[in-house]
């Protein structure tokens, strides 16, 4: 069975989603830690209500970024972890972590990419008035929201739509499609051709 991190920097709903998702034994893998670069994070209680490992340390704990990075790979292998899901996760991967782990480590994105990169998808595709939206789970690669899409699904944006509406069913679908995503990964059915992801088996 595949071991599972999850790296969360806040509330940790997609944290969440996915414990819930593996309470039903549906996850085809196992979290057992959980990461974060802040303390207060609420995904830390999660997992400790969970009964999963918890780790913290931020790079300001460091004398560098790359001693940031090294201890993250440290704790990785010392864990065996075959799948690194960011799930809230508000630093980048550093390259040395990001080769480590290539294609062994997936993202969720609030928009569908290559559309509205970065950190505010949800406001910035409400801003630019799109009526059509929606969530990407992505493999993590060297640039900013650039890697392998593995899933998405698209998310209607009404005339009439506040932008906490918007997020509301943005969150809704994430939480539905993440879960499905690393069960794909976990059952070992996701083949990378090119820019291409290949689902096998539906």
């Known amino acids: 069975m595949k071991r599972i991190a999850v790296f969360a920097s806040g509330f940790g709903s ?23 670069n802040n303390i207060d994070a609420y995904a830390l209680r999660r997992a400790e209500k969970s009964s999963i490992k918890t780790i ?3 790079p300001s704990d460091f004398t560098s970024r790359n001693a940031f990075d090294k201890a ?9 972890i075959d799948l690194v899901v960011l799930a809230g996760y508000m630093l980048l991967a550093g390259k040395a972590l990001v080769s ?13 990419l290559p ?4 950190t505010h998808g949800i406001r910035d595709a409400y801003n630019y008035g799109v009526k059509v939206t929606g969530v990407t789970v992505h493999f993590i690669d060297e640039g900013l929201d ?3 899409v593995i899933i998405q699904e698209p998310v209607t944006v009404n005339q009439h739509d506040t932008i ?10 994430e939480h539905r499609l993440y879960p499905l995503a ?13 820019r291409k992801v290949i689902i096998e088996g539906i």
Do not use: W
């Not at 993250?72 to 864990?79: A, T």
């Not at 559309?115 to 970065?118: D, E, I, L, T």
């Not at 690393?182 to 090119?194: A, E, N, S, T, W």
């Open 14 to 36: 997609n944290l969440q989603a996915l414990l819930e998702y593996e309470k039903n034994n549906k996850l085809s893998g196992k979290i057992v830690l959980v990461f974060s």
């Open 56 to 58: 913290c340390f931020s």
């Open 72 to 80: 993250i790979i440290e704790m990785l292998e010392n864990e065996q």
């Open 100 to 112: 480590k782990y290539k294609n062994r480590m997936i993202n969720i994105h609030p928009a569908l």
């Open 115 to 118: 559309a509205f990169k970065g």
């Open 146 to 148: 650039s890697g392998p």
């Open 164 to 173: 906490e509406m918007l997020e509301e069913k943005i969150h809704t679908a």
């Open 182 to 194: 690393v069960k794909y990964f976990c059952q070992d059915r996701l083949k990378i051709v090119g």
